[in-house]
């Protein structure tokens, strides 16, 4: 397989950004619940609470930081509420997933524990109130003159049907870098996920689930703007015309270890569709399950015009016959967890364990966070099969991991909770209040042999004792919730 140049560059790139945003003399905070009472962004419990009053002060290498939280963009002075943007200026890093102000450490991350979502949904009525007062598009980012990143965030509910583009991003001219976000739940008429036109779009361990276009493109549109993807997931996005997940024109688009399933067109191209002048390079890849008029065929995964071109090497796709050509190929069952809810995880047996190219490999990581290569070679896909000895880390039935019950002993300090960690891979026991506020870590360990117990004396991560109240016991996988249970807790 031939690879672009700008394959490498991408990987640099991405690590260039987050060294020089670092660096930056403007780091900014925002956080929604922040103390004050000062909200003037110069630290987490001065934070500003609305991320918009930090994008007006934000310039060129400014690192803005945002805690968990709902943020909505500013309605102000608008005679349409719906105009409503948050314009990302260019050059700017916006991270989000920290714990922020009144946690025991405020600058810790975890985009999957603490999510920081920018929401469309001005009325907060989605789903049952429908999406007809949502903001055409969530945020937008125009004559990028330097590298653009967005990492950590949720962007949800833009709603741009009718004649207008990218209900979750609209972007015009630049680069820019999406890592560890999740595009979902939005629409436009082309480009329900991401519009993008002129420049490059490069994305590292991003999904794209559930977008919807009335024309194309239903997680992505690429007009001229070369697209860049490692590690990340297509799954349950849908076009009225062609490309179910991605609609490209006149552009390259190079995908590594990533996977496409349940996406449908109604036209062509149920997960890709290259339209004039598209350069394609696949590998380590999984198309299955995506469908459009002629139903979900090799060329129904992925939909060639005859000025383009498509280099696919190490991938599985459904229908395979060779046409395609490359090296490495097949089109046997993946074996994925449920493609009805979008879960492309392996399972024991799969033909894409051990069965991509680690030439391709451009992460350390994988989708979930895992290390990317186990045994030794790459599996294809956006996740790599974590069970070091063909079982996963994750279970259902007797054996899944889980929290059995909460006692309340007499003369204990606290509650007592039993739980069956999982058998492989890093697991951890938390405390956390109804908020989701991180308080305590109980206990951790990297596989385990059956039921263990533990108490909570009631104490926080920095020996201060809790009020009466409502709080979680939250048993976590490395990077996913396996369970979560309620506790009383009675000084």
């Not at 009053?53 to 690192?63: I, R």
């Not at 922020?100 to 405020?106: D, F, L, R, T």
């Not at 117990?453 to 009020?467: F, H, K, N, S, T």
């Amino acid at each position: 397989m031939l690879i672009r140049s700008n394959f490498t560059a991408g990987i640099i790139l991405l690590v260039l950004v987050f060294t020089t945003t670092a660096l930056s003399a403007q780091t900014i905070f925002v956080d929604g619940e922040a103390s004050g009472p000062i909200h003037d962004g110069t630290s987490w419990c001065h934070a500003f609470t609305q991320l918009y009053e930090a994008l007006e002060s934000a310039t060129t290498g400014a690192m803005v930081k945002v805690a968990d939280g709902i943020y909505l963009p500013d309605v102000t002075g608008l005679i349409d509420p719906r105009e409503a943007t948050f314009a990302i200026p260019s050059g700017v890093t916006i991270a989000g997933g920290y714990a922020g102000c009144g946690a025991a450490n405020p600058d810790a991350r975890n985009p999957w524990t603490y999510i920081t979502e920018l929401s469309g949904d001005l009325a907060g009525d989605d789903p049952t109130g429908g999406l007809a007062d949502n903001v055409y598009h969530v945020a937008t980012a125009a004559a990028m003159e330097a590298v653009t990143t967005l990492s950590g965030l949720v962007i949800r509910g833009g709603n741009s049907e009718g004649e207008r583009l990218g209900g979750g991003l609209l972007a015009q001219s630049g680069r820019l870098v999406l890592s560890i976000c999740t595009l979902t739940e939005n629409r436009a008429w082309r480009g329900g996920g991401v519009y993008i036109e002129g420049g490059e779009l490069h994305l590292f361990q991003c999904r794209f689930t559930g977008n919807l276009t009335t024309g194309e493109g239903g997680a992505i549109f690429d007009a001229t703007s070369n697209l860049e993807a490692h590690n990340c997931l297509f799954a349950l996005n849908q076009a009225a015309n062609d490309g179910g997940a991605i609609f490209s024109d006149l552009c390259a688009v190079d995908l590594f270890n990533c996977s496409f399933g349940g996406n449908v067109s109604e036209s062509r191209g149920g997960a890709i569709y290259e339209y004039v002048g598209v350069e394609a390079l696949a590998g380590n890849c999984i198309f299955w399950g995506n469908s459009d008029l002629n139903g979900n065929d090799e060329n129904s995964q992925i939909f060639l015009n005859p000025s383009n071109t498509l280099s696919i090497d190490y991938s599985c796709v459904q229908g395979w016959t060779g046409g395609f050509g490359g090296e490495g190929n097949i089109g046997a069952d993946p074996l994925l967890n449920d493609l009805t809810t979008g879960d492309m995880h392996l399972q024991p047996g799969s033909p894409c364990i051990d069965h991509g190219t680690n030439t391709l490999v451009g992460s350390q990581l994988d989708l979930d966070g895992n290390p990317r290569i186990m045994n030794g070679i790459v599996d294809m896909g956006c996740y790599e099969f974590q069970g070091p000895t063909g079982l996963p880390d994750f279970w259902t039935g007797e054996e899944a991991p889980r929290i059995l019950s909460i006692l309340n002993l007499p003369g204990s300090p606290g509650p007592s909770v039993r739980f069956l960690p999982p058998r492989y891979g890093e697991w951890s026991l938390r405390i956390y209040d109804v908020r989701g506020r991180y308080l305590k870590q109980l206990s951790r360990g990297t596989g385990a042999s059956g039921l263990e117990e533990i108490a909570w004396d009631g104490l926080d991560e920095l020996g201060r004792q809790v009020p009466s109240g409502v709080y979680l016991f939250v048993l976590e996988g490395r990077d996913r919730f396996l369970d979560t249970s309620k506790v009383t807790f009675v000084r």
